[in-house]
């Protein structure tokens, strides 16, 4: 029968079906290892921030919380040690708004609570003592982070200064 297939081509052309499937499967676990460990070289960068945050979050709170060493402090480097203190607390919220932002770039929450972050950073960033330290410090942050800030929280627009507002006189009635 001209048609037919005998069994050694049969069996040819089943292992040539079952190859390029298992090479296509190979492929396709490979992308899959690959993106799992872009995700957990994310993660731990994220992590690292967070420790590094934290650690400098510890550092500045014990400080804070031992006046004698504060005073101390401040008078071994010129410093008023009141003036100082309001800007090692504005340092925390300018970080505390940098460890978000690093969660947020690396995926790590759903973007869907990013506009809510960033209407609460855009806030925090109208107090003078923030504005202030930001102008001090920020050339120690990251670039993207500096570009998020000057670009996404210090440049508010109307709708937010006018929401800002109403909650200040909303606040201020109370």
Not at 66 to 83: H, K, S, W, Y
Request: hydrophobic content about 45%; aromatic content about 12%.
């Amino acid at each position: 029968m001209p048609g037919s297939l005998s069994i050694g081509e049969i069996s040819a052309l089943l292992t040539v079906i079952f190859t390029c499937l298992i090479t296509i499967a190979n492929i396709l676990m490979w992308l899959s290892t690959r993106r799992t460990i872009q995700l957990q070289v994310a993660s731990n960068q994220s992590l690292n921030y967070q420790s590094l945050i934290q650690s400098h979050r510890e550092l500045l709170f014990g400080l804070i919380a031992q006046p004698e060493t504060l005073q101390a402090f401040a008078l071994a480097n010129g410093l008023n040690r009141d003036e100082w203190r309001l800007q090692l607390l504005s340092t925390f919220f300018i970080n505390h708004a940098w460890m978000h932002f690093v969660i947020f770039d690396h995926d790590e929450f759903d973007h869907i609570h990013l506009e809510s972050f960033k209407r609460d950073a855009k806030e925090m960033f109208t107090w003078p003592s923030i504005q202030q330290r930001w102008q001090q410090a920020k050339i120690s942050y990251p670039e993207n982070f500096r570009t998020f800030v000057e670009q996404e929280l210090l440049t508010a627009p109307a709708a937010v200064e006018k929401e800002l507002a109403y909650s200040s006189a909303c606040e201020s009635n109370s």
